[in-house]
């Protein structure tokens, strides 16, 4: 990084709610949640993660390598 440029700095707030615990072992809880956008103000429920990475995306340069999948 260039010491005479300040660094793009992009802040969010997420909310996580989980539904229940999951009858079955091995079975993630259902949730849902929110996802704010601190310098923008803009705010997205989502109801799966790749929403949630989505709207990020919009704002910070996201390779898919960079979102790693879930472990089992």
């Known amino acids: 990084m260039k ?3 300040a660094p793009v700095i992009r ?3 997420i909310r996580f709610v989980v539904e ?3 009858q079955n072992e091995g079975e993630q809880p259902a949730y849902h ?3 704010r956008h601190i310098q923008g ?3 997205l429920n989502f109801n799966e993660w790749a929403e949630a ?3 990020m995306s919009r704002f ?3 390779k898919a390598s960079d979102n790693p999948k879930p472990q089992p």
Do not use: C, K, R
Request: aromatic share 10%; hydrophobic share 40%; glycine share 4%.
């Open 33 to 35: 949640g929110s996802i």
């Open 20 to 22: 229940d615990t999951p």
């Open 53 to 55: 990475v989505e709207f």
């Open 60 to 62: 910070v340069p996201i």
């Open 41 to 43: 103000a803009e705010e």
């Open 11 to 13: 802040s969010f707030i």
């Open 3 to 5: 010491s005479d440029t």
